[in-house]
Structures are given as structure tokens and as C-alpha cells.
């Protein structure tokens, strides 16, 4: 199994970047994609998640409003829309496959209930 994320970068605050998942070795349809960041010193933490039929979303407050997360099943990737960046998102973005099906907000938010990780790419905002 392999998630390759793409479209870090370096970024002024206000701007906006577009985050993907390309996921291979496994059903994707079958899982639920989560993205979550980490900046230095920090634990990882949750940002958003989509479940496998694209029915249910689900938000960090921190980016509620600013970030959609969406996926595209026919090419096995997922997406992070990041609107109005700031010195806050500043981290290294991971996006995560979870196989359990019918699960809530809270089972999803916790990193450990994931299968498999990406590497991260990262996101700088200047302020």
C-alpha cells in the first residue's frame, strides 16, 4: 500500500493551496481518507475526514469554514482544499486510510485508528 501526497509549498497567509492523496496497493473505495498535520514539537493532529461513499465529512474546528476535504474514487485520490492559510497551518500534511466502516467523529479523529500513512508533504505560511 502507498499514499503520495502532493501540493505543499511555501505560501503568504490569505493564499490558498490544494493538497492530494494518491493512493495505490489497496481498495480505496473500501476506505476512509483522513488528513491530519503535524508541525514541529507537536503531536499529529487531526484536520478532516471523508468516509469511503463521500456521505459524511468531518472537520477539526480549527479549519472548519477554510478546508475541504473531497475525494475522487475513480482515481484513487483524495483532496485538501486549504483556503485563507495562516501562520497556524503552518505542518507537514499526512493523509491516512482507515478500512473500519460506520464509524463517528470521535473513532475517526485518533491517528492510531488508521491502516496505512503517507509520507507528509509540507506547508509553510508566511504571516
Known amino acids: 500500500v502507498q499514499l503520495v501526497e502532493s501540493g505543499g509549498g511555501l505560501v503568504q497567509a490569505g493564499a490558498s493551496l490544494r493538497l492530494s492523496c494518491v493512493a495505490s496497493g489497496l481498495t480505496f473505495t473500501w476506505y476512509t481518507m483522513g488528513w491530519f498535520r503535524q508541525a514541529p514539537g507537536m503531536e499529529r493532529e487531526f484536520v478532516a475526514v471523508?468516509?469511503?461513499?463521500?456521505?459524511?465529512?468531518y472537520y477539526a474546528d480549527s479549519v472548519k469554514g477554510r478546508f475541504t476535504i473531497s475525494r475522487d474514487n475513480a482515481k484513487n485520490t483524495v483532496y485538501l482544499q486549504m483556503n485563507s492559510l495562516n501562520a497556524e497551518d503552518t505542518a507537514r500534511y499526512y493523509c491516512?486510510?482507515?478500512?473500519?466502516?460506520?464509524?463517528?467523529?470521535?473513532?475517526?479523529?485518533?491517528?492510531?485508528?488508521?491502516?496505512?500513512w503517507g509520507q507528509g508533504t509540507h506547508v509553510t505560511v508566511s504571516s
Open positions: 491516512a486510510a482507515d478500512l473500519n466502516l460506520g464509524r463517528g467523529s470521535t473513532y475517526y479523529r485518533r491517528p492510531g485508528a488508521y491502516d496505512f
Open positions: 471523508i468516509t469511503q461513499n463521500d456521505t459524511v465529512t
